[in-house]
């Protein structure tokens, strides 16, 4: 008998690896990769880098735009984020969610991350 490929396609969430960290969406020149940011430390909930909360602190800021093409994510130390052991969501609507409770094993806290946005030229 053949071998069975099974493909899972996730209408919601597209993510890739890259030397980097994990991407979602893409940046395709004109767009461009701008500076990591991170501005929440992980705390007894969990590690959240939200596109929201960015969009609001960084209001108008060239490094920070309304509708991203992508994210990038990666820890502060640099590693994968699949490399960690945390469990989290990553959209490019919501960005990236690690919460304390859903870690295996329990008693391990998410790891500290930092964030990037692709957007369009200014």
């Known amino acids: 008998m053949p071998p069975i490929l099974i493909i899972f396609i996730s209408f919601t969430t597209i993510s890739f690896q890259s030397i980097h960290g994990m991407i979602i969406g893409e940046c395709k020149v004109p767009n461009q990769w701008n500076t990591w940011l991170n501005v ?4 007894v909930n969990g590690e959240f880098e939200l596109v929201l909360h960015y969009q609001k602190i960084f209001a108008g800021q060239p490094f920070v735009c309304l509708k991203p093409t992508g994210l990038e994510v ?6 994968e984020p699949a490399d960690t052991g945390d469990t989290f969501r990553f959209t490019l609507n919501d960005g990236f969610l690690c919460i304390n409770q859903i870690i295996v094993p329990k008693g391990k806290n998410c790891t500290d991350y930092k964030l990037k946005f692709c957007c369009p030229p200014k």
């Open 74 to 79: 990666k820890t502060v130390d640099g590693r």
């Open 40 to 43: 929440h430390r992980p705390t």
